[in-house]
């Protein structure tokens, strides 16, 4: 017995095949560590300053086994390739502001976290309400996304 798929949603089908031109246009740009690299700077409006914008570099190795993964083995689909593209600005974006964060103030990788709380639970639960509610405590620090 095998499984077959259901049919795609009329507007997934539309952006795959290239009809979303601004979708489109996106996912034609090559996964490549350099330019990846100077987007994220630019949404940020840092000016390139080299490796050290991204503090260690230990990310890069990983980096550049990925990219040529997805863009020669991963068979993306015009939204697969889209989407991926954000996920990894985005994680470089993070990345430019932790190690900014962490140039204003070094003494942040020493400090000690003791008793740290996680929130989890079902979707629709009250995980979001709770912390939320957590974050209005000033002696606390919370994640501002995830």
């Known amino acids: 017995m095998t499984w077959d798929p259901p049919a795609r949603p009329e507007w997934v ?3 795959n095949a290239g009809a979303i031109l601004p979708i489109a246009e996106v996912a034609e740009l090559p996964l490549a ?3 990846l690299l100077a987007e994220a700077r630019a949404t940020l409006g840092i000016a390139d300053g ?6 260690v570099d230990d990310f890069l190795e990983p980096l550049d086994v990925l990219l ?27 990345r430019l502001q932790l190690a900014e964060y962490v140039r204003r103030d070094p003494g942040v990788v020493d400090e000690e ?3 740290p709380w996680f929130v989890t639970g079902a979707p629709r639960t009250g995980t979001t309400i709770l912390h939320a509610m957590l974050a209005q405590d000033p002696a606390s620090r919370v ?3 995830w």
């Open 113 to 115: 976290i003791r008793a």
């Open 13 to 15: 089908q539309a952006v």
């Open 50 to 55: 080299g490796m050290a914008d991204f503090g």
């Open 33 to 35: 560590r350099d330019p």
């Open 68 to 94: 040529p993964a997805l863009e020669h083995e991963a068979a993306l689909t015009v939204i697969g390739r889209w989407m991926t593209r954000r996920f990894l600005l985005r994680f470089l974006e993070v």
């Open 143 to 145: 994640p501002e996304g």
